[in-house]
């Protein structure tokens, strides 16, 4: 079995919460997400991926230029009171509200506030607790001679692609847009959620 293959089965493992002779990986996963919720800052730049075949699908290369961060981000939907104004019960609509961004895609743009000389990239879950989310976000610096040059990461150096996190232009984002699907149902997802009379959400 490839080592790729290992990384992926010890990760499906951790989420199952299974119990082998050697590893309890449950209470890996317990003490790794305790470490993570007791640090200061909810964004931490890393050595080095934690699931690295999934940051490798995603772009990720051991070179000078590409870093990845993790990012601690809240659970849930956000505060939503409750109307003042009478009505029925019905009509109240403060329960099951959700944003408009995904989670995901705030995480990233949180981190490339923090890190304005680099691009976002992709991102990827690795864990959650009763309280937070746990992202790691790939970034791109796009001042490196080494990214410029780099054949598959080089077209995040043109200007067109700045602030992309912020744009809704990663996976995340474009997910949230209503962009990643296609047929029957999707037709008033393009150009925008604002065209088409907003008819989209």
Partial sequence: MSLTKQIKNTFQSEFA????KNYN??????????EWRKAKEAIVKVDKPLNLPRAR??????????????????????????????????????KKLTRRANIRSMA??????????CEVLNSYK???????????????????????KDKDLGWLCEPQHKG????????????HRGLRGKGEGYEKARPSQKAHNRKLK
């Fill in 17 to 20: 919460g299974k119990k082998d």
């Fill in 25 to 34: 990986y449950k209470n890996i996963r317990r003490k790794r997400l305790i």
């Fill in 57 to 94: 699908e995603l772009g990720y290369k051991a070179k000078e230029g590409v870093i990845v961060v993790r990012a601690r981000i809240r659970k849930g939907s956000g505060l939503h009171r409750r109307p003042i104004r009478g009505r029925r019960p019905l009509r109240m609509g403060f």
């Fill in 108 to 117: 990233e743009a949180r981190v490339s506030k923090k890190y304005p000389n």
């Fill in 126 to 148: 690795v864990g959650m607790d009763g309280k937070n989310h746990y992202f790691e976000v790939i970034l791109v610096d796009i001042s490196s001679p080494s990214i410029i």
């Fill in 164 to 175: 992309r996190a912020d744009r809704g232009k990663t996976s995340a984002g474009k997910k």
